[in-house]
């Protein structure tokens, strides 16, 4: 019996065996028991090849940006001179090959004793395009001290729009420029930042690379020119077949090079046992190289190799090569990274195994042999003063067990547990939740009463990362209504937290006005949550924990995902226990002050924390100006895994003081900070726990300490 990954290969190789024979030329070679594939051809019959080139210059054109009416315009066509005189076409001395272009020197660095051999992108035909970007899929920071401007882009959509205008190159490489843009993958802006993609383009069977160039970006941006068009070159030239919008099942990878899963360079040199690379050239989702090291959901940056001649200097994407991934092997060099031979000394580090739940924390895992912590919580004291110490619980704790509410740190003031998830076998609308594996219901239960006792509020989170969930037909409320009132009645939770993620929540083309939605699953979410605080009465809880683009992102645009928590939020202010916005699952966003911050810094955090407390123009329109909302009803969201406590500390001091630590470049509107803000949120008390108390031991008492809410 063929198992389902062979079928899946044997329907998918008539399709990329039929669209192969418009690509690039493309040779394998068997490397450490696998074979793989690479442009140009094998390196043993020597020779050049010339891959003929088409250079398309994209004009962008957003309709999220507008100025007198006329769409804010992001335009490559003055870049082309400076691609075409870069090693990406010209030739410049490499240590490694001499001198030539960028993706021959990699390909004679990787294959040393090939002599006479080479493979030259050809003099390229250049065939301007302009792609408008629709509301929803894209939008432009712009700094203010600067005006200089950096677009954030879906980059599937960008690639079939591209495709939509360009016909069938046979034999060609497209190789396609913006100008000062960075991509979010899968339609999902919390899955940011890259700085393109390449491969095969499923729809035409093109060969294709599609990067940005950088000149005259905004500070925030770090790297410079050609050094994002460079690394998706190198990274096709590596894996020529990946085809960038195919999506296989779980453990089913992508078509294109595999590798045995690697560890990336900042993880192993920061002792961190929790990033991988994936399995491919590259990262999943944001395609990094091994040698970038910035952290998920920044704009990317990495050293760079200077290539000068004369008074020309150009930055060079610092790659990984095949005998990274696949250690030293006969045939190939034993240099690992190109064009800097000192970048990568060693070869690539295996992943260790892992395991365990998605959900607010997005792509951060618990072990699969989890650890007791080493260190004792610190016991809470004093009198309680209104700031919450709120975290998520899932419950991984022993080996092969859960360990129970009752143990979690005293310091925690409010605990919500993850998660209630949509009930496919039932009624559509309806929500489960089941005792956690290894725990007695009645247990389980008697903990949460125990956790009341104690003065803290246990909570119900609905939803989840990776949760696909939404009410947009009426008929699902009383389904949902009913379901959600079971639950809390059965096991005693004080309310519900709501975590419905993109794309659970799209905001629908033409819906424009937050304050009067028209979004069948907006509005039907607001009316459900309005009759369970009916039903339940005031002392029921409702809280909502958006990702960045939820919130924030409705800053510079509304619509799609960006800003869909806004009407939500809104519609049922009266009714909110909190919003603690997640500042770990969102890209790079703009502060009231006009400028852009990356995640996980404590500027981020206040400027993305007092657009909620001061409020702002959704969209950048006057006319749609979200109000403040009370700062006890704001906490900030973070993630254990992507912070430090001395980050977060100093982010909750200065918020709710003014006291900005050194270096601070975001000046809050209220110098004197937002004192009644009720707190800071974490995924999660799990993690926490195994690290000993980390977080908890250290930001309870901070919080815990501060004057009494008012």
Known sequence: M????????????????????????????????????????????????TIPTVLVPITLSFDAKKTAGKSFLMDASADVPRVLSSPVFSKFVFASAGATQYADALLRTTFPKAEGWHTLLGKPEVMPVKITIPVGYGYVLTSKTSSRSFAVVDVEFLQKELFKQLPRQDGKLVIALTHNTTYYSDGDATECCAWGTHGIDSGTGNSFVLGSYLHAAPAVVEDSDVQPLTQQLAEFINDPLHDPLFHGERNIPVPGNSFPAWMRLASVSA????????????????????????????????????????????HLQNVALLPWYTGAVEGLGSTYSFPDAQTLVEPAKPCPVRGGPLGVGGNIAAPSVPSEPTVAAIPISGSPNGHKLIGYWAGYGRAGSTFPLREISPQWDVVIVAFSTPDKNAPEGTMQFHTPA????????DDIAYLKSQGKKVMISLGGGGEHFTLADPNRVPNYVSSVTRIVTEYGFDGIDIDFESPSLSIDPGDTDFKHPTTPSIVNLISALHQLHDHFG???MISLVPEGTQIPSGYPSYGGQFGSYLAITYAIRDILSFIDVQDYNTPPLQGLDGEIYQPGTVDYHAAMTELLLHGFDVGGDPKQFFPPMPPDKIAVGFLTGDTTPTIVRQAMDYIVTGKAPAGTQYKLRKPAGYPDMIGAMFWTIDADRRDGYNFSNILGPQLHSFPAIK
């Open 2 to 49: 063929r198992t389902k990954f062979t079928c899946l290969l044997f329907l998918l190789l008539p399709f990329y065996i039929a669209h192969a024979q418009g690509t690039v030329p493309t040779f394998e070679r068997a490397a450490g028991g696998s074979s793989y594939t690479l442009v140009g051809h094998d390196p043993a019959q020597g020779g050049s090849t």
């Open 271 to 314: 002792g961190d046992q929790g990033r991988c690379g994936g399995t491919g050239v590259a990262s999943a989702y944001f395609l990094l190289e091994p040698t970038n090291t910035n952290p998920k959901n920044n704009i990317p940056a990495s050293k760079a190799f200077i290539a000068q001649a004369g008074e020309v200097r150009y």
């Open 438 to 445: 290894g725990l007695d219901t009645a247990q389980f239960k």
């Open 538 to 540: 005031p002392t029921f």
